[in-house]
């Protein structure tokens, strides 16, 4: 296309119209000039020149100013009949339209060549978008609705198992208060057992230690009893041998008497016996007493060894007693020893059972909170549950208004994943 055509084909606009018209009215005023006052300025010949030119200008001018005119009646004949086209456009268009302002969806506008054609598209663009939209809020209300039933129903379910929790953890709750005042009576009895315990921990130790030092005064008396019956054994072998001498004695007094008895016979003939027999009576009278002596400290030794028998066996039963004693009081140092480490071991669990129940009491006074608090985030688990439920009544009204506000809208089901 070259510039005369496309200069052609151009609209014609304001100046292209009135800038030929004032060159054609600026040539007839030339040429009226011209007439009036050429001779005057020009000669015949150059007035000629100059009144041919200016005429020729106003002649093309004048034809230019005619296809101007022709041409702007071809244009707005041609505007008039696209004016036309449109307005028929645009009066189907409003008419595609008219069922869309009572809620069809489910139009589709003509889409054309012309000024409507966008409009046209972009109306079922709109639409298009706002029936997905209008099909959206309607499946979403009803999910809205069965997931807000579903919900009131759990709602409904954890509300009865909130209040049954409540009561069970009431029901808990005096349970562990029981056990509570039960743990703390253990405790008060276990210190009171750990006293106790102490103090038979104590006596059983006195009482160790006393048997202790009875086994060593025992041990101690046993050894001085032995040491006595030794010493009373040999008591015994003297008197034994006292005994002896004592018989030895009496054989000295039987020979004495003897010895007298021939003295006397032989002092009978002899011319002194009257000195000698003085001698002799009082020899016989010695070796009397010396024998009588002798029968008394024979007497008195025989008592002495029976007495030193009878305190032999004495000592020898005492010694048995003692000894067997001595092991009693062993046995009994060995038991009390035991019971001293028993009581040590029972004092010592005692103390754990008190650690333990004063722990226990710490911590059953720790659940008891924690069961309050858990009874308090039950209840409030309770009325966080009516509020939800008042809430979820109110969502299903919600959902049911929000039905009824695209009930009006006519759709058209298509199979698409939301």
């Not at 150059?46 to 002649?59: G, I, K, N, P, Y």
């Not at 972009?122 to 209008?134: F, G, I, T, W």
């Not at 039950?378 to 109110?394: D, F, I, R």
């Amino acid at each position: 296309m070259t510039m005369t055509q496309e200069f052609l084909n151009r609209p014609l606009s304001g100046k292209m119209i009135w800038l030929p018209m004032s060159l054609l009215l600026l040539g007839v005023v030339a040429v009226f000039v011209l007439l009036g006052w050429g001779t005057a300025w020009f000669g015949g010949e150059q007035l000629r020149m100059a009144a041919f030119w200016v005429s020729f200008l106003v002649l093309i001018n004048a034809l230019w100013v005619v296809y101007l005119f022709f041409r702007f009646a071809q244009q707005q004949r041609i505007w008039h009949e696209e004016e036309q086209k449109q307005e028929e456009s645009i009066l189907h268009l409003l008419d595609e339209m008219s069922t869309l302002a009572e809620g069809d969806l489910t139009i589709r506008t003509t889409v054309s060549e012309n000024i409507t054609g966008a409009i046209a598209d972009s109306v079922n663009y709109a639409v298009d978008a706002l029936r997905e939209l209008v099909i959206k809020i309607d499946d979403t209300s009803s999910r809205l609705t069965r997931y807000s039933q579903v919900a009131d129903a759990r709602i409904s379910q954890l509300s009865e198992a909130s209040v049954r929790q409540s009561d069970e953890i009431s029901v808990a709750s005096s349970a562990i208060a029981a056990m509570m005042q039960s743990i703390q009576r253990v405790s008060r009895n276990a210190t009171t057992s750990t006293e106790v315990a102490r103090k038979s921990l104590e006596i059983s130790h006195a009482g160790a230690c006393t048997v202790r030092s009875a086994i060593s005064d025992m041990l101690a008396v046993r050894e001085k009893i032995q040491a006595t019956s030794k010493r009373i054994k040999r008591l015994g072998e003297s008197s034994q041998e006292v005994g002896d001498i004592v018989r030895l004695m009496n054989d000295i007094s039987e020979q004495t008497n003897i010895l007298a008895l021939n003295a006397s016979i032989q002092t009978s003939g002899s011319s002194n016996g009257r000195s000698f027999e003085r001698v002799t009576d009082e020899v016989q009278q010695l070796a009397q007493r010396s024998s009588e002596a002798s029968r008394k400290i024979d007497v008195l030794v025989r008592a002495i060894q029976n007495d030193t028998q009878e305190a032999i066996a004495s000592m020898e039963q005492t010694i048995a007693g003692v000894v067997a004693s001595s092991r009693n009081a062993e046995s009994a140092g060995k038991a009390l020893d035991e019971v001293e480490e028993v009581s040590t071991s029972l004092a010592r669990l005692i103390a754990n059972i008190s650690d333990a129940s004063v722990k226990q009491a710490a911590v059953a006074n720790r659940v008891t909170r924690a069961m309050q608090s858990i009874q308090e985030v039950t209840m409030q688990t309770e009325q966080y549950g009516k509020e939800t439920h008042n809430l979820v009544s109110s969502l299903n009204e919600t959902s049911a208004e929000l039905r009824r506000s695209i009930a009006d809208f006519t759709i058209a089901r298509i199979d698409n994943d939301f």
